[in-house]
């Protein structure tokens, strides 16, 4: 298959999305709906109508862009990633996915002509989980395990309702079509790896093998606000006091497992967050992962040992548990075929498991499912200064060219 995109092309898009969302430093803030993430699914929606794809939006915001196969009774062909961000993350983090998809089967379809079977290029409305508390909102809803999920009383930190922001955008109130989907054969997905193992050995493409599970909980610990300076300290019923001792516990513990595992207080909020307060009410976030569930299982029996443990009369303490997601393994087909490829195009590669959570996950669990890795400058991301080089940025989409060419028209 000839190569006919220069390196300009996946660069330059990359730049054009960058600048919806950009931040001062340099940074993408593309929350789920917000104003910059609608501003960004219109632009993919427009990308893919240029490149002559037919676009459609389903009912809760993930757009497609479908190349029509010559046979469509066979199931469809999924590729694509997500367009939300982290705050002040990185211009490539999934973005790189939907592009390069959209790229390559441009590329395809001008080489090629029709494919056998239908393509349809994604992006996912909502991967990362930084806004709400839930997270892969989009291929949850494409796959169906956020269907039985009620999140009528789900709230951002500011206390805007997650479906009332939906519905500003027109989703959610039946006017696109149903997001659940039985007609996919296989997805693709396209990604910087996040952390520094392929630079670090000099090589150019990571093919997943599998991806590590995770799961999320936010914590609340309530005692009672009260004057700073009046209350002894004997008297208090300091939430502060009793979140610090949970949130050393629950490190300690990931200290204490095996090598492969991590555990990562991320979002800390305090009430009233006034300096001359004592604090009445925290609530923070956890996130762990493991390749094996039996090793997650292990530290979710511990969490609610430390639950039990630090509350009492005076301080309430409980936990809400809003994703769980198994460890899934990539289809040994595809990661095959991947391979190959890298072999015979004299690449230097390498199988790999991924620890960060990828759209791929929850597809994987569902149908035949193939992740690809390029190099991550110094391994990092979620933000400003996450980077991928150019040619790096080439060999992905090249390699995922050649595996939607064997999915779609072989």
């Not at 996946?10 to 104003?35: F, H, M, N, Q």
């Not at 300076?229 to 001792?245: E, I, L, Q, V």
Request: proline residues 4%.
């Amino acid at each position: 298959m000839k190569t006919q995109q220069s390196l300009a092309p996946i660069t330059s898009v990359i730049e054009e999305l960058a600048r919806i969302g950009k931040t001062k430093d340099g940074g993408v803030t593309r929350l789920l709906y917000t104003p910059v993430w609608f501003q960004a699914q219109q632009t993919i929606h427009q990308l893919f109508k240029q490149h002559g794809f037919a676009p459609f939006y389903d009912d809760i915001g993930n757009v497609y862009g479908r190349v029509e196969g010559t046979n469509q009774e066979e199931p469809v062909v999924l590729t694509g990633s997500h367009i939300d961000t982290v705050v002040n993350g990185g211009k490539y983090d999934g973005a790189y996915g939907v592009l390069a998809s959209l790229l390559a089967v441009s590329e395809l379809v001008h080489t090629h002509g029709q494919p056998k079977r239908t393509i349809d290029v994604v992006s996912f409305c909502e991967e990362e989980g930084s806004r709400f508390p839930l997270n892969f909102w989009g291929s949850g809803n494409l796959t169906g395990i956020h269907q039985d999920k009620n999140d009528r009383e789900t709230k951002d930190t500011n206390g805007k309702s997650f479906y009332d922001e939906m519905n500003e955008y027109g989703f959610g109130l039946g006017h696109y079509q149903n997001p659940l989907r039985h007609d996919l054969g296989h997805f693709v997905e396209l990604h910087i790896e996040q952390g520094s193992i392929l630079e670090d050995a000099g090589e150019s493409l990571g093919i997943v093998k599998g991806i590590v599970g995770q799961k999320r909980f936010i914590f609340t610990v309530t005692g009672e606000s009260n004057h700073a300076g009046t209350t002894p300290m004997n008297k208090r019923r300091d939430a502060m006091d009793t979140a610090t001792t949970l949130v050393q516990k629950l490190i300690q513990a990931g200290h204490s497992m095996d090598d492969s595992f991590v555990a990562t207080v991320g979002q800390f909020n305090v009430l009233p967050n006034t300096p001359n307060v004592i604090p009445g009410q925290i609530t923070f976030t956890l996130d762990i992962r493991h390749p094996h569930s039996e090793t997650l299982d292990v530290y979710h029996e511990r969490i609610y040992s430390f639950v039990n443990e630090l509350g009492s009369s005076d301080i309430a303490v409980s936990v809400q548990q809003y994703s769980d997601v198994s460890p899934v393994s990539m289809s040994e087909d595809l990661t095959t075929l991947a391979y190959d490829y890298a072999q015979q195009s004299n690449l230097k590669s390498r199988y790999m498991y991924s620890g960060a959570g990828h759209d791929a996950q929850i597809l994987g669990s569902a149908i035949p499912t193939c992740l690809l890795f390029v190099p991550s400058v110094k391994g990092i991301s979620h933000s400003p200064h996450e980077y991928t080089k150019q040619e790096d940025l080439q060999v992905g989409l090249d390699a995922l060219k050649h595996v939607l060419y064997q999915l779609a028209y072989e």
